[in-house]
């Protein structure tokens, strides 16, 4: 059982990670729309899914998703959810699909900084998206430096490894930004979000 599978269960039970979920999506909306990316009927790949605490939320816009994640744990709490809830246009798997051009949209919550070769599966995951096909994620902000106070601060990515991971990828019009701010209890989050385009060319 990996680290990610023992904390499955009370995931979904857990204020920050409700919260997070909530503030990523809201703050993934006016970038799509800007976009002129309709949700309803997308395809969508939620890399990283965990429990579909994202995912949900997609999917009550219309957008068709499939789910990728390496904990088994949480697709299992995933998959019992697609059951109870009746998803009918969503898929869940433990690898990354190899169909180039199959998603109008890809998203990656709080997922990347865990990557063994972060730049490598951005590279993979942009020749997933369609032209024109939109990539986005939202992860911790570690210092330039590395050498963050804030033991929390040490993991994570930098502005510069988004930028550098997403425009080698081939994305354009990439941008980096905090994505959202919010609080629970004592805790502020506060995490970059990055995000790019492939070329329609």
């Given amino acids: ?29 006016p970038v799509v729309e800007q976009a002129n990316l309709a949700l309803s009927n997308t395809r969508v790949l939620d890399f990283g899914c ?17 789910a990728v994640d390496t904990s088994q744990g949480m697709l299992d709490v995933f ?8 998803w009918n246009d969503v898929r869940s798997s433990t690898e990354l699909p190899t169909t180039p051009a199959s998603f109008d949209l890809i998203v ?3 997922v990347c900084s865990f990557l063994d070769d972060y730049p490598a ?6 020749g997933l998206l369609v032209p024109g ?6 992860d911790w902000e570690r210092d330039d430096d590395g050498d963050a106070e804030d033991p929390e601060d040490a993991h994570g990515l930098s502005r510069a490894e988004i930028t550098d991971a997403l425009q080698s990828a081939g994305l354009e019009h990439v941008s980096v930004d905090v994505g959202f701010e919010a609080v629970v209890e004592d805790q502020v989050m506060r995490p970059l979000m990055g995000h790019g385009r492939r070329s329609t060319n």
Avoid: H, N
């Fill in 1 to 29: 059982m990996s680290e990610w599978d023992s904390y499955a269960s009370d995931w979904d039970d857990d204020p920050a990670a409700t919260a997070y979920a909530q503030a990523a999506f809201s703050s993934l909306i």
């Fill in 133 to 138: 096909g939109f990539f986005v994620q939202w």
């Fill in 50 to 66: 965990g429990t579909g605490l994202l995912t949900e939320r997609l999917v009550d816009r219309g957008a068709s998703v499939m």
């Fill in 121 to 126: 599966t951005v590279q993979a995951m942009a």
């Fill in 79 to 86: 998959q019992a959810k697609m059951v109870d809830r009746g």
């Fill in 108 to 110: 990656c919550s709080s």
